[in-house]
């Protein structure tokens, strides 16, 4: 009986995502926005990429940093949106397979953990540079920035491996709807008929732990750039010193207030 029941709950082979709810005729305009915003940042970081692999005087170790972050925001990107327009011009709601729905959720989870330390990378990259400007070059030689890249994205992939392997454990009875765009963590958590309460445990302590390094590491790197830029004596010094990480800056605010909203805060 226990063997038939287990067969039971494997039954289930593809889930319903909800997405946007029913769209009906309706579907085309958000159909048409997050068409013109994917292609938009697709094009971006493509364009991105290109014109620093060509253009030499950008081989540097800022550019080389921003060029991976770009190539990690097409990655990311392609995992969620291509699925999501598929969707919506069906109406709103599709199908993903249970195996298609892990691999959307390993890609999405580790390139995002991929980018926390990434950004650290390049906030530990800026602090140099303004704070050590004598040493940078010696410091961020292509050595070492190469293996702060490679430690990003293998590190992002090395930890949702082991929630990887929890969540294969799972099996899927009755219910095989998801409320949401796309396979995040908790609605297929939902769906699960057997215990949960390890994996969910293991996923709010890395959701807690694993970005707690490098986010306290970007902290310090701009608590330290900051002072020093403050006590720069002339306001165009402090501009130009300001103005090399300022939009690196407000895209780590941005991230990290996503993430303590969407992730820590559930």
Known sequence: MEKTSQENQSLISEFLLLGFGDAGDQWFLPF?????????????????????ITDHHLHTPMYFFLANLSCLETCYSSSILPLMLA?????????IS????????????????????????????????????????????????????????????????????????LRFCSSHVINHFFCDFNPIVKQACNDTHLIELLSVFFAAVFPLPPFLLTLASYVSIISVILRIPSSSGRKKAFSTCSSHLIVVSVFYSTIIIVCMLP
């Open 98 to 169: 249970v195996t298609g729905c892990m691999v959307q959720y390993y890609f999405f989870a580790s390139l995002g953990t991929s980018e926390c330390f990434l950004l650290a990378a390049m906030a530990y990259d800026r602090y140099v540079a303004i704070c050590k400007p004598l040493f940078y070059t010696t410091i961020m030689n292509g050595q070492v920035c190469f293996q702060l890249v490679t430690g990003s994205w293998i590190i992002g992939s090395l930890v949702i491996n082991i929630i990887m392997y929890l969540m294969h454990q």
């Open 87 to 95: 969707n919506l011009s069906k109406g709103g709601q599709g199908t």
């Open 32 to 52: 048409l926005l997050f068409l013109v915003i994917y292609v938009a940042t697709m094009a971006g970081n493509i364009l991105i990429i290109i014109l620093i």
